[in-house]
DNA sequence: GATGAAACCTAACCTTT
DNA sequence: AAAGGTTAGGTTTCATC
């Protein structure tokens, strides 16, 4: 992973179907040698996937919660990461430091659906309360 | 936007750079109506962007924490989006319901590098204190 | 949905360090 | 060897019908 790499990363993130010519020009290389980089970090896992960015509103997922989540007792994290995949709406999710056991990220079509997804969550079991923060205006997303 | 949108939308974000006739092969549709719709769809901005999912441990940016933000007064939300704006390391924000006046993700290196980053939001006027969940194990990531 | 020309991808081969 | 350049042929895109 060098500096070069991290150019055509940048440009991949803009526009991941800009011609290798195009990238390569950018970074200096010639199509087949960008080619061959690009195939080299997606062998890597250094690329994860070519994706697209979908605009949440225009799909139903214009409202969005920070959550923290307080467990009973102790809990696997592969048991909550277990329950949490069971329920689509939570789209991010980590155990973390601090008072909470995990964070979440929840995003739901509007207020009802959010609130429905809370219950969700909170009804798993060994989850014992939940604390959220509801995105009122987003500021930034890079 | 409807049931066919959402399934090539749901093709592009597995993969972004299959070809329309493999995407048209899963949702029904010919390669060139596959086109005419995507084409649709970042004219309408549905789709903001082509775009890569890259290992955030790959480039340095191995280490998250989500940190609520606690304000002096009340502060303009664009206030705040240009404070944040300037620390490359604060990769989402929003303002929020709740104790806190915003939430934000923070990526960065190391833990290190973390709590300089957080030494930047702190610094910044206006912040009075943060309080932050730094993320132990990523449990889920959709 | 189909067609054809232009652009692009891809893999093999060659050159350089 | 390892990394980049070049070329040729197959595939994909894209404007038009």
Redesign the pocket.
């Known amino acids: 992973m060098d500096d070069?790499d991290r150019a055509i990363i940048a440009e991949l993130r803009a526009d991941s179907?800009?011609?290798?010519?195009?990238i390569?020009a950018e970074v200096?290389?010639?199509?087949?040698?960008t080619?061959?980089?690009v195939?080299r970090m997606v062998a890597d896992r250094t690329i994860r996937r070519f994706t697209v960015d979908v605009d949440p509103a225009a799909e139903g997922a214009g409202t969005e919660a920070y959550v923290e989540l307080f467990c009973r007792g102790t809990i696997a994290p592969h048991e909550l990461r277990r329950m949490l995949l069971a329920i689509p709406e939570v789209v991010e999710a980590g155990t973390v430091t601090g008072e909470a056991d995990a964070v979440g990220v929840l995003r739901a079509a509007g207020d009802q659906e959010l609130e429905q997804a809370l219950e969700k969550v909170r009804a798993a079991g060994s989850v014992d309360h939940t604390k959220s923060s509801v995105v009122l205006s987003r500021l930034i997303t890079r």
Chains 1, 2 share one sequence.
């Open positions: 070069i179907r800009a011609p290798y010519a195009a390569g200096g290389l010639s199509a087949s040698a080619k061959r980089r195939d």
